[in-house]
């Protein structure tokens, strides 16, 4: 048995000796071959203010998640999935809004560029749409917005973005909220 378990351990020993870990590490070194990787994920925080005078102070604040699907490009669009969640205040009264919906990035200068266009189209349900002195109608919404968006590192963004919410005429009253959001984002 001693003589078995001898060999068992010189063969492990032969081995771990003759390991060539070239061939399981990447080719570049570690820190250069995560730099190439795709972050295609992107966590983001988006605070936004009326661009019209309102009869009351309204506020949102949205986190969102999104998903790139670069193998789906079309030239240089960049197609990509939103999901986000926000709290929207209106006077001293708030609402918590849900969100989903597709959204593309175009590079101004080549895939290299760090200015992009950016457009998101989403459905937006209302946790609460009646506040003191703003009706949004109902808790169905319909948002799109479109902007620029600043790669300031790999993996930290700057974004500006214009974004239109109504209920597109579902329901007896239909005013809109347009927003003027600043967004910060890093991509993991």
Known sequence: MRYLLLVALSLAGL??????KSQY??????????????LDHALGLRAGTPTSRQSERVESYEVYLRQEFARYNFGLLI?????????????TDYGYVFSAGPAFAIPMAGFS???LFVAHGKVVWLTRYEFE??????????NYGFGGKYQIERNAYLEYTWQ?????????????LETRNLTFGINF
């Open 15 to 20: 081995q771990a000796l003759a390991y060539d």
């Open 25 to 38: 590490l990447p080719p570049l070194p570690l820190d250069k071959y995560l730099d190439s990787l795709y």
């Open 79 to 91: 197609p990509s999935a939103e999901v986000g969640v926000a709290h929207l205040a209106a006077g």
């Open 113 to 115: 560029s760090r200015l």
């Open 133 to 142: 002195d703003i009706d949004y109608g109902g808790p169905l919404q319909w």
């Open 164 to 176: 239109h919410m109504s209920n597109g005429d579902r329901y007896d009253t239909n005013p809109s």
